[in-house]
Every structure is written in structure tokens, then in C-alpha cells.
């Protein structure tokens, strides 16, 4: 399993965010990640990413502790949290190149060149970030994850704020890298996580309700008026 997430919890003063939440990813997997506002989503990718301690419970990269061996976890990982943060005043060769330095890589230039290309971002080259539109801004916080070439890809809300083109074109993206990878990326929308994923996990008030293959996803359609009703 490139993923194994065993029981954890997290609790925010006397509020419980996410609950002995458990689930798995093999590789070639790309799992949608599905709940309403404040279900607990954002909090349970930045435990699996280590961006926020565990309350309890476990989390494994390719059979790796993440608390145990943190460094070799994180290096198996590539992340693209909510905000997406970025350096603006950068461009974003200038950028990547600075990522990959993190990581320790070689042949940066080559890395970077290629990234940019998978990516679709070889027309920008010549912008700062902060001159970039959304939609491609979402694509340097993208080649950032998967510059490493990371074996888990975790990505928070990817295309929230996105047009329909540009989400369609992340999507695409989305599918090309998730042939040898696992994929996990949440959304609160039903109809984006539906065109691209192998599975859905269906997170409500910090518990997953609902572990769906794509063919049973008609099933999830009534489940998700019903809980986002509530
Ligand atoms: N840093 C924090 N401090 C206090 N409460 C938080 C914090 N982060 C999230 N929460 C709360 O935890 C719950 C789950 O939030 P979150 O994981 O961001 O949900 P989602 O990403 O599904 O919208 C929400 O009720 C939210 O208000
Ligand atoms: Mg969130």
C-alpha cells in the first residue's frame, strides 16, 4: 500500500475534526475525497502530510511512519494544500528550481524543464507567479507536488475557484500522472470528483460514511444530497 492511514483523530479544543479515520490507497489509485464544509478534509490531508500532528493513531508512505521516519515519509509525498501557498515575487523556474533544491535533487534544470512541461506552463516561464491567472498559479502549486516524483499525491480542493476549462484541464493532468502513482484529492462537489477518481471516501463530521468504487457512485449521489442537507 502506498498509503495507510490507521485511526487517527484530531481534536480542536473540545471539538472533535476528524474521528478514527482508516483507509488505504494502492498504487494507480486515484481517490476522490468528498464531504461537505467543515466535514474534516483539510484536517485529515494535513495529518496524512504531516503538516499537523496526530491526536492518535498511525500513518504510513509505502510502509514508512510518517512520525517515526518523517524525512523519508515526506520525501515519498508531494502536497498541494488549500491555499497553496507561493512565492509571488518568484518566477516560476526560480521557484521550482528552489523546491527541488529542498529536496535535495539532482539535475534540477532537467527536473524543473521537465516539470514545467508536464504541467503546461512553458508559455508563463517569462512571469512572476503573482502575474500568473488562478488556474495557472494551481499548476506551479501542482508541479511543486510532483516535482520529486512523489509515489502519493495528497491535493486539497485542486480545482476550488477554477473555471470549467481550467478544471477540466487540471483533471486531464490529474489522470495522466495517476497511472503509477496514488492519487488522494478532495473536493466538496460531487460532480468533479466523480469525472476523474477510481473510488470514492466520503467524509461527515470527521467519520468516513462511505468507501464507494466509481461503478457505485450512484449511490453516493443520494447520499450526498442527504447528508449535505442535514
Ligand atoms: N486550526 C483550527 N482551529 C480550530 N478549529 C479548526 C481548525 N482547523 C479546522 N477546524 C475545524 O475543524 C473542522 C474541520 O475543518 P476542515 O478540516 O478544514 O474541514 P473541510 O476541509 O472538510 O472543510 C471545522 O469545524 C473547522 O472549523
Ligand atoms: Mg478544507
Known amino acids: 500500500m502506498i498509503l495507510e492511514v490507521q485511526e487517527i483523530s484530531k481534536n480542536y479544543g473540545s471539538q472533535q475534526a476528524v474521528k478514527n479515520v482508516s483507509f488505504a490507497i494502492a498504487p494507480g ?39 517515526e521516519d518523517a524525512l523519508k515519509a515526506k520525501s515519498l509525498m508531494g502536497f498541494l494544500p488549500e491555499d497553496n501557498p507561493l512565492y509571488g515575487e518568484m518566477y516560476i523556474s526560480e521557484y521550482l528550481e528552489y523546491v527541488a533544491g529542498l529536496y535535495a535533487m539532482d539535475h534540477i534544470k532537467e527536473n524543473v524543464t521537465e516539470v514545467i512541461r508536464q504541467t503546461g506552463l512553458q508559455a508563463e516561464t517569462a ?46 493532468l490529474l489522470l495522466s500522472l495517476g497511472r503509477n502513482k496514488g492519487i488522494l484529492f478532495s473536493s466538496h462537489t460531487l460532480s468533479e470528483v466523480a469525472t476523474i477518481c477510481t473510488r470514492i471516501l466520503f467524509i461527515h463530521r470527521g467519520e468516513i460514511v462511505a468507501d464507494l468504487s466509481r461503478n457505485e457512485i450512484g449511490d453516493l449521489e443520494s447520499l450526498f444530497k442527504e447528508l449535505t442537507v442535514n
Open 29 to 67: 489509485e486515484i481517490v476522490g475525497f468528498l464531504g461537505p464544509n467543515g466535514a474534516g478534509k483539510s484536517t485529515t490531508l494535513k495529518m496524512i502530510t504531516g503538516c499537523v500532528p496526530l491526536d492518535k493513531g498511525a500513518v504510513k508512505i509505502n510502509g514508512i511512519d510518517l512520525w
Open 127 to 172: 512571469k512572476k507567479i503573482e502575474q500568473l491567472s488562478k488556474g495557472y498559479r494551481q499548476r506551479v502549486g501542482l508541479a511543486q507536488a510532483i516535482i520529486h516524483q512523489p509515489k502519493l499525491l495528497v491535493l486539497d480542493e485542486p480545482t476550488a475557484g477554477l473555471d470549467p476549462n481550467q478544471t477540466t484541464e487540471i483533471n486531464a
